[in-house]
């Protein structure tokens, strides 16, 4: 899963991914639910340092995981999934949207997500940076689900 962050001080902004470690999708004929968990403590960025960073910013007051839940209308192609994501004490809205999935073979379905969710008043674990007053989060990836 990628997770691309708006600027966030001097370091700029963040394009990292982190593993999907668990999750739950339940597609009926008009409703749709999304259980989908972030191991955020493995985020990756590809720079050691901005890995560090990126890792304390994500993690902190946290067991690491990041939880979305949602849920959204199916009757339509693409599906708005209206829920939440939290981390810890951390607990903000978020719209993830996807398109119908689509069948590999009989046992496994693809699904392509993407979101986004804004964590107001952060504590950057930075010297010197203190705290920002929002980081805008992409969420971008392609789901592997089995029946």
């Known amino acids: 899963m990628r997770l691309k962050t708006g600027r966030i ?9 982190a593993p999907i470690v ?20 493995e985020v990756k960025a590809g720079n050691a340092l901005l890995d560090s960073a990126a ?17 959204g209308d199916a009757t339509g192609g693409a599906v708005t999934l ?38 107001d008043n952060v504590k950057i674990p930075l010297p010197g940076f203190g705290k920002v007053n929002s980081i805008d989060i992409e969420v971008v990836g392609m789901l592997s689900l089995s029946r």
């Not at 001080?9 to 991914?17: E, P, W």
């Not at 668990?22 to 597609?27: D, K, L, P, T």
């Not at 939290?86 to 903000?92: C, H, I, R, T, Y």
């Not at 119908?100 to 496994?108: F, L, S, W």
């Open 9 to 17: 001080g001097l370091i700029g902004s963040i394009d990292a991914s």
């Open 22 to 41: 668990g999750g739950q999708a339940s597609w009926g004929a008009e409703q749709v639910s999304l259980v989908l968990k972030l191991a955020i403590n």
């Open 55 to 71: 890792r304390r910013l994500v993690s902190s007051g946290s067991d690491g995981v990041l939880t979305f839940e949602g849920s």
């Open 82 to 119: 209206d829920g939440h994501a939290w981390a810890g004490d951390v607990n903000v809205a978020m719209v993830v949207k996807c398109d119908a999935p689509v069948d590999v073979d009989d046992e496994t379905r693809e699904l392509q997500i993407s979101g986004t969710a804004t964590f």
